[in-house]
T-cell receptor, first 112, second 113 residues
Framework: SQKIEQNSEALNIQEGKTATLTCNYT??????LQWYRQDPGRGPVFLLL???NEKEKRKERLKVTFDTTLKQSLFHITASQPADSATYLC???????????WGAGTKLIIKP | EAGVTQFPSHSVIEKGQTVTLRCDPI?????LYWYRRVMGKEIKFLLH????????ESGMPNNRFLAERTGGTYSTLKVQPAELEDSGVYFC???????????FGEGSRLTVL
């Protein structure tokens, strides 16, 4: 069955440094991958979508890579700020119905 | 532009009772999704509407769950009768395009005692 793995341990990063989060998946080849941010008690907020034919995508301080050979996506936040502290989720479509399956998320803590 | 709104934000009911959750998607979004997150687990898909039609309901756990989308606008998710394992946060999301980014509501937290 399809599975998505994100580091379940919280990631502690010093303010100003680059935070890198990992999303690994198995057993299938998604057409795209999405990253969301979720704050406590709130719904997920879309950040970026990267397609299978794209190696890298950027949006302001955010950068996402997608390696379909390794079956891995990396999510980078450069010049991190305490306001970037949140849980970051990756999601991929399950076959042609575009039903998303989700990783459990990685909690990112940016320390001032 | 108003975002996706969900009601209630929190509901506490006894096992065996009925609860109805409501979702108002972003105006003009034909695609409406229900997801659920149980404590400590990942978000799981429940079902997907395109306008008033159920496109995919493969994630609905059992026949105690009934989702409707009247006239292709708001949607309701009814749980009847509720069981302890139904506790969790129910998220509604909408999208303009099939396969595009999802806009989520803040969720309805359901606690079944």
């Amino acid at each position: 069955s399809q599975k998505i793995e994100q580091n379940s341990e919280a990631l502690n990063i010093q303010e100003g440094k680059t935070a890198t989060l990992t999303c690994n998946y198995t057993n299938y080849s998604p057409a795209y991958l999405q990253w969301y941010r979720q704050d406590p008690g709130r719904g997920p907020v879309f950040l970026l979508l990267i397609r299978e034919n794209e190696k890298e995508k950027r949006k302001e301080r955010l950068k996402v890579t997608f390696d379909t050979t390794l079956k891995q996506s990396l999510f980078h936040i450069t010049a991190s700020q305490p306001a970037d502290s949140a849980t970051y989720l990756c999601a991929l479509p399950l076959d042609s119905n575009y039903q998303l399956i989700w990783g459990a998320g990685t909690k990112l803590i940016i320390k001032p | 532009e108003a975002g996706v709104t969900q009601f209630p934000s929190h509901s506490v009911i006894e096992k065996g009772q009925t609860v109805t959750l409501r979702c108002d998607p972003i105006s003009g979004h034909d695609n409406l999704y229900w997801y659920r997150r149980v404590m400590g687990k990942e978000i799981k898909f429940l079902l997907h509407f395109v306008k008033e039609s159920k496109q995919d309901e493969s994630g609905m756990p059992n026949n105690r769950f009934l989702a409707e989308r009247t006239g292709g606008t708001y949607s309701t998710l009814k749980v009847q009768p509720a069981e302890l394992e139904d506790s969790g946060v129910y998220f509604c999301a909408s999208s303009q395009r099939f396969g595009g980014e999802l806009f989520f509501g803040e969720g309805s937290r359901l606690t079944v005692l």
